[in-house]
């Protein structure tokens, strides 16, 4: 090995304070975002659930990316491998990022998940709701937090590991190759870890949101498209230290495979989208359809940027074999496609975010309504409550009615007897009148729903996406979340870039922070030969059709 190469990452000071200035762009970003917000904040926490979720998501990514590439024998990266595992170390700090989301579930201060409502799973509640009761024992506090700190703190461990086993192989491997073999097995072992446990933090984290509806597929579309970001992260800072001297051994060789990556993964990411949406749209299911007719009527541009930047501008630039080896291009491209994913997270979280919080608080002042007054909710009229509901408001009608009959009514004079009936004839007329009050509400109600429906074109339209009710519609409530253009929610507004910048720049700082605590080659590894001279023989093909196109003129 060439001993001239500069195998010391320098975190110097002028990089430490631009990454220090964009963690403070961020802080104000996310301040930004509560000015004007909801009352429940929806916007502060959407921006923080967000950055939180891709950038650690990108280091679980990238971490998952190196155990295989080690597992499949892999030796032409292994001049960047430094670089993996700084990425993956991360995860650390994705932990308290986690935590604080864990805590604003328990402690009810963060309101994105209809499955938190108290009195949401219970059948004696007046907000009772049957599909998110049958996923009660998946959507619940504590296996929130399970599948989220848990699993996290686990891929943590393993990333660790592997990072003390490899900087300690740097000065004791054997000549058995005790310590190679132990990162593989370590490798091997995350894989399974990985691959089954990811499914369950998208889905609390992310899926969840739009409480109703779910996908089979989301596991694996949201999984790769942090993947892309990992990639094409990973890309630019690669390029970066190149240019400023710190992996002179790169060569345009790794890079071009890094790219054939980001080109393959981004054709498979459009594959999974159009999976997705296309087994959705053949089963025609008002809970799955929902999702992205409500991202395509309400937020086109969301929906189509999306493609444009995470599948067109890839892969037609990077569809020719020399765009994957110019350091300016590859560098653009990876631009787009990391911030295209960024894009694509805040295209999962923020239109069911808006409608989650519309639904929170309709539901709420609903349970509230109901205790009340005592009495059934206009919601009981107005909806297929469950059978449950509908019969604890009558036992408690029939309880009430059936009061004044006792065994010593015979003991009653004549007079009291008469009062009594002409009584009882009285509340039963009122009675009846009421319930005929009540349901001519409910077929004013239903008549305006089917109204609603017909306008919108599809009887969810009612509620949002959830199937609710409006439960006070006569109070003066807005029918329908709010779906006009807004900053924050409708495309990002200054303070979501500003998380955004805040994010990068906390993640970059925890990466150079780990990179340089350890030399940038590994020095013992056993595939470090093949790695530094690697080849993938494109140049030799550039120049031969150069050397036939210049023949033929």
Known sequence: ????????????????????????????????????????????????????????????????????????????????????????????????????????????????????????????????????????????????????????????????????????????????????????????????????????????????????????????????????AALSLMIMLLIYLKNTGFLPYLTRDHLHDMAKYMFGLSVFWMYLWFDQYMLIWYSNIGEETIYFRERMEHYPVLFWGNMLMNFVTPFFILMRNDTKRKFGTLFFTALIVFFGHWWDFFYMIKPGARIAAFEIKELSEKATHSSLSHTAPLSVLQNPAPKAVKAAYH??????????????????????????????????????????????????????????????????ATAGHDGHGDAHAEAGHEHGPDRSFKLGYTLPGFPEFGAFIGFLSLFLFVFFRNLERAPLLPAKDPYLEESLHHSTGAHIESEHEGAEGHDHH
């Open 1 to 228: 090995m060439d001993t001239t190469y500069n195998n010391k990452y320098v975190f110097d000071s002028k990089t430490r304070t631009a990454l220090l200035i964009g963690m403070g762009v961020g802080v104000l970003g996310l301040l930004a975002s509560s000015i004007g917000d909801d009352e429940y904040y929806t916007r502060f926490w959407t921006n923080f659930l967000h950055n939180s979720v891709f950038f650690t998501g990108i280091a679980f990514a990238a971490f998952f990316f190196h155990c295989a590439q080690i597992t499949a024998f892999t030796g032409w990266n292994v001049v960047i491998k430094r670089v993996y595992e700084a990425f993956g170390l991360f995860m650390g700090v994705g932990l308290v990022l986690t935590a604080v989301i864990v805590a604003g579930v328990w402690t009810n201060m963060i309101n994105l998940y209809m499955w938190n409502l108290d009195g949401i799973a219970d059948p004696a509640s007046p907000i009772y709701d049957e599909i998110i009761a049958g996923k009660k024992g998946f959507l619940n506090p504590v296996f929130f937090t399970i599948g989220t700190l848990g699993f996290l703190g686990l891929w943590y461990f393993w990333a660790v590991s592997i990072r003390k086993n490899s900087i300690a192989q740097d000065t004791k491997e054997t000549a058995s190759l005790d310590y190679y073999k132990r990162e593989r097995k370590w490798a091997a072992s995350f894989l399974p870890i990985a691959g089954f446990l990811s499914t369950v933090f998208v889905w609390q984290l992310i899926m969840s949101i739009d409480t109703h509806w779910y996908s089979t597929m989301f596991a694996w579309y949201s999984t790769i498209s942090l993947l892309l």
């Open 395 to 460: 036992t408690e009608e029939e309880q009430d009615h059936s009061a004044p009959a006792h065994d010593d009514k015979a003991a009653h004079t004549p007079e009291q007897h008469a009062t009594e009936t002409h009584s009882a004839d009285t509340t039963h007329a009122d009675k009846q009148h009421s319930e005929a009050d009540a349901s001519h509400e409910a077929g004013a109600a239903h008549d305006s729903e089917h109204a609603t429906g017909e306008e919108h074109g599809d009887a969810h």
